[in-house]
């Protein structure tokens, strides 16, 4: 005969599953980046670690200016890019600097929608400068611009683009 009360298996489920379930929860919000390349010295240098903070759907409306995230890269082309570059996948390297296929770019929101483009901004917003951003982009730079690829040559940034915003740099390992 069984003793009444709770047996040991459900129990043990819940005290491996809760925290596992967390973890899980977790990866999927939350990513480290390894950062390559020198747009955004002296904020970000390369080899620095960040913690992104995953968007989902609705949180892309909320990015700010001056905020630094994490988009997909997409090759100059002068014109603003109208179609999302690719569904963020598998951890890839962000960088400054053009990779040589598609990648991921970390770079500083300088205007969001309804803001205006700024003034003196390369080729492929020149046209743009004054007007307003349009609803779901953003113009981003690096923060060495001289070191940096960014909306001055790719235009706009399409909120879908985007994987999501720096939370912090992380400690380097010795």
């Keep these: 005969m069984r003793p009444s009360g ?6 043990a489920v819940i005290a491996v599953g809760t925290p596992l379930l967390g973890v899980l929860l977790a990866r999927r919000r939350f990513v480290v980046i390894t950062v390559a390349g020198a747009s955004m010295e002296p904020a970000f240098r390369s080899g620095d670690r960040v913690l992104i903070r995953r ?11 001056g905020e630094v995230v994490v988009a997909s890269w997409r090759p100059p082309s002068g014109d603003p890019p109208t179609e999302p570059a690719e569904t963020p996948g598998r951890h890839r390297r962000p960088t400054g600097e053009a990779p040589g296929a598609r990648g991921w770019m970390i770079k500083r929101v300088v205007a969001g929608p309804g803001d205006p483009v700024p003034e003196g901004l390369g ?41 999501g915003v720096v939370i912090r740099r992380l400690e380097r390992h010795r």
């Design 123 to 163: 080729p492929a917003l020149v046209a743009e400068a004054g007007k307003p951003v349009p609803q779901d982009r953003f113009v981003v730079m690096g923060d060495n611009a001289a070191h940096s690829h960014d909306s001055r040559h790719t235009g706009y940034v399409a909120a879908c683009d985007i994987l």
């Design 55 to 65: 968007l989902g759907r609705s949180g892309r409306t909320g990015i700010k200016r």
């Design 6 to 11: 709770l047996r040991p298996y459900p129990l």
